[in-house]
């Protein structure tokens, strides 16, 4: 390893989706490397004047796909879109830019623009290679921007954000959150008091931070951080986990100045009816998994009902305080069909066998509490997602803003495929595909730009914004799967058998132009040489 990445070489951890911040498994606490330099070959560009051609356009905002046209990108912006034509009639080839040192040829292709994951972290699952692994199948799996709540360690997450920013690395573009606590100067500090509160903000605002990840604080402390990041310009979003959700569940937070939440926690608290705390059995223990996340899947009746006016009166007040709601549904799916989640078609190739070990259920590993999941948990579960999911689409019809997160790496989640669940779990909510879409899209920089209260530079594919876009070979509005690195599976009629089509061909960052097919073979080589030194083919060092 070059002495650069011993500098920068730091324990990594998992982040526990609502343990109090000191709190991890002893086990889980590995090294994660940074990712290396980018390589030659890695990605070509950004060029003077790149040109797309004849591709059809989705362009994020939820308007319908239009085509053919020309999309040209001068260094990292796109600076012009041409429509050149209409279907089935002949290109007017005098409408058509010229000058290109790249050209791309988009023909039966869908342009999108990069899909913004809004709830990451990069890993820390035993012998994990570097952050090359993540990073690689999220780009190949079309996102180019995720928010890490926190990607890792707080120096180690900005000197990571800078070198992406650089394009120096292989990676998604990276909004930096982190929880209150982090950072070596506070390595023995607590957070006591509402002055230690904005003390932390004021702290993390001149490291770099770009915003907040919370818990359910109790008030006063809630107050003072959002108080401070708010005056600052940073974000916040928050795990309103079960410790402390009593005293500060979603609409307690979102009055308090939160720009919005992450999973469904605080959500249902907001709307129990005859109860103001989960009504938990007598032997309770937060601390068994089990419990803890079996019982979270019995709320689903204990709330006012769909179309209420408890639940119309809460979604009016969210749009009152322009509250984006982050659900991250993938990451618990499992819940509802372990089987499913366990043999998904991407793990053979993509997911390390010490990421495989990791899912698998254990009283050590955080989100393996297959300890033995019954049929009772998962109808549970199918009934807490029914009424999670209409509030969900609800608040979208509305005219609230509902965003994309995955959270992967816990549940049988992977990388990269497990944001590509969230956007059909949206689907499945009630949303129309170009709904889906927007919200993986603008509306997620739109939750990143909003405490900035700058105009988003990303996310719509526009003229004069960034060019982070992806090229796909099939519709996906017709068929989301063929987002999935995978792709999706289709009876070819002329041989009569089944194959794979789509997946993400191109992703483009930043105006530079990366083969995701080629990114998702490095991860596979990664898994491979992982599976031959387990089988003894080969040393660790090889």
Do not use: C
């Amino acid at each position: 390893m070059t002495s650069l990445k011993n500098l920068f070489l730091l324990a990594g951890i998992i982040i526990l989706f609502q343990l109090p911040i000191q709190t991890t498994f002893a086990q889980d606490i590995q090294v994660v490397r940074p990712a290396p330099d980018r390589k030659a070959g890695e990605g070509e560009g950004p060029y003077k004047k790149l040109v797309i051609r004849n591709a059809t356009l989705i362009n994020g905002t939820g308007a319908p796909p239009t085509g053919p046209v020309d999309i040209v990108v001068e260094g990292n912006r796109i600076t012009e879109i041409v429509n050149i034509g209409a279907p089935f009639t002949p290109i007017d080839e005098s409408k058509r830019p010229t000058g290109a040192d790249k050209e791309i040829d988009a023909t039966g292709k869908y342009i999108l623009p990069g899909i913004i994951d809004l709830h990451v972290h990069t890993g820390g699952v035993p012998k994990a290679p570097e952050a090359e692994y993540s990073y690689k199948l999220w780009m190949a799996n079309g996102i180019t921007t995720v928010r890490g709540v926190p990607t890792g360690p707080l120096e180690w997450s900005l000197k990571e954000r800078e070198r992406s920013a650089k394009n120096e690395i292989v990676a998604p573009r990276i909004i930096s959150f982190h929880r209150p606590g982090n950072g070596k100067e506070w390595k023995d500090r607590k957070i006591l008091t509402p002055a230690d509160a904005k003390e932390w903000v004021q702290y993390a605002h001149k490291k770099g931070v770009d915003g907040l990840k919370l818990g359910s604080y109790r008030p006063e402390i809630m107050k003072a951080l959002l108080d401070e990041a708010n005056k600052l310009g940073m974000g916040s979003t928050a795990h309103l986990g079960q410790m402390g959700v009593a005293q500060m569940n979603a609409v307690d937070a979102a009055r308090t100045g939160l720009t919005g939440m992450t999973h469904f926690y605080g959500l249902f608290e907001s709307l129990y009816k005859g109860y103001d705390v989960q009504p938990w059995p007598s032997d309770m223990n937060y601390q068994d998994e089990q419990n803890r996340f079996g019982q979270v899947g019995r709320q689903w009746n204990l709330i006012h009902e769909r179309g209420s006016d408890e639940w119309n009166a809460l979604i009016d007040e969210f749009l009152e305080l322009d509250f984006f709601i982050n659900p991250t549904m993938t990451i618990y799916s499992a819940g509802r069909d372990v089987m499913k989640a366990r043999n998904a078609d991407w793990h053979q190739d993509y997911t390390l066998p010490s990421q495989q070990d990791f899912f698998e259920p254990s009283r050590q590993s955080h989100g393996a509490y297959w300890f033995y999941w019954t049929t009772h948990d998962e109808i549970a579960w199918k009934n807490f997602y029914r009424v999670w999911m209409s509030f969900l689409n609800d608040y979208k019809n509305k005219g609230g803003k509902v965003t994309v997160g995955s959270d992967s790496g816990f549940i049988y989640q992977l990388y990269g495929f497990g944001t590509i669940v969230e956007l059909e779990m949206l689907q499945e909510a009630g949303f129309h595909p170009l709904e889906v879409i927007r919200a993986a899209t603008m509306h997620g920089a739109e939750e990143i730009f909003y405490p900035k209260k700058k105009p988003i530079e990303y996310g719509v594919v526009r003229e004069g914004l960034l060019a982070d876009m992806i090229m796909v070979g099939e519709n996906p509005l017709a068929n989301m799967k063929v987002l999935y690195g995978t792709g999706a599976v289709k009876l070819n009629d002329e041989t009569g058998t089944p194959e794979r089509v789509g997946g993400v061909e191109l992703t483009i960052k930043d105006g530079i132009i990366y083969d995701a097919k080629k990114l998702l073979q490095d991860v596979k080589d990664m898994v491979d040489k992982q599976k031959r030194e387990r089988a003894g083919e080969l040393g660790s060092g090889d």
